[in-house]
């Protein structure tokens, strides 16, 4: 789109060159076009599972090539560059390539616990699963699996399924459940907790037995005895 004016002076008689010359600048002088360079974009991309874009404003100065869309976790490079690097400049004066950092964070799986009963005596059996998903996309079922351990008074023992309460372990006991899923290249290592109360048994449901010297009542929850006695007592 440049414009050049071409002047035109006949010469006097007797002159080998015009006696004056218009005023011109060589064209090596000429100001080059500035052209506004793409604002990087902002967008806190996460993985999803799905193709993600990095986006630049398209314009006629200049070209976008490289890694604009990706769907996996990692930093790929997008670069712009003008097209006429003779007749046009950046807006900070250079022609260089500009080069834009295209970064996708892995996601942070959500994992949920879920154990039953809630509250039980020692010695009985308690279920636990876990839940994990991609908070960004639930249906995504790429997440490592969860491995569950509990944990009594600080002690952590890894379980698939189901534990039994040890026998034990006293009344009131807080049992902590975790869920960890490892670190992969598309996810970072999630957790999840519950607990379960450890209840003392108050013996309702009982049974009586006896040998040849004492009597007694056996628990049929935990199988504690109570109240053993002499037959004679």
């Not at 967008?43 to 996996?72: K, M, R």
């Not at 809630?118 to 010695?123: E, L, N, Q, T, W």
């Not at 040890?166 to 607990?195: K, L, Q, R």
């Amino acid at each position: 789109d440049t414009t050049i004016s071409v002047a035109c002076i006949p010469l006097k008689e007797g002159e080998a060159q015009p006696a004056w010359t218009p005023s011109a600048q060589p064209m090596s002088e000429w100001e080059s076009d500035v052209v506004v360079a793409p604002a990087a974009d902002d967008t806190a991309f996460i993985y999803n599972g799905e193709a993600q874009t990095y986006t630049l404003t398209a314009s006629e100065d200049y070209t976008i090539s490289g890694n604009a869309t990706q769907t996996n976790a990692g930093t790929y490079n997008v670069t712009g560059a003008l097209k006429d690097k003779e007749h046009t400049v950046w807006d900070d004066g250079t022609t260089d390539d500009k080069e834009y950092i295209f970064t996708i964070q892995p996601a942070t799986p959500t994992v949920v616990v879920n154990a039953t009963p809630a509250s039980d005596i020692a010695g009985k059996t308690i279920s636990a699963t876990a839940t994990v998903t991609n908070p960004n996309n639930t249906s995504l079922t790429d997440i490592p699996p969860a491995d569950l351990t509990y944990s009594i008074n600080g002690v952590a023992q890894s379980f698939s399924g189901s534990f039994v309460i040890p026998e034990d372990v006293a009344g009131d006991t807080i049992i902590t459940i975790t869920a960890t899923t490892a670190a992969s290249g598309n996810y970072t290592a999630g957790e999840g907790t519950t607990t379960v109360t450890v209840i003392s048994c108050t013996h309702e449901n009982k049974t009586l037995g006896s040998d040849a010297d004492y009597h007694w009542y056996e628990c049929t929850l935990c199988r504690s005895e109570v109240g053993r006695a002499n037959h004679t007592d």
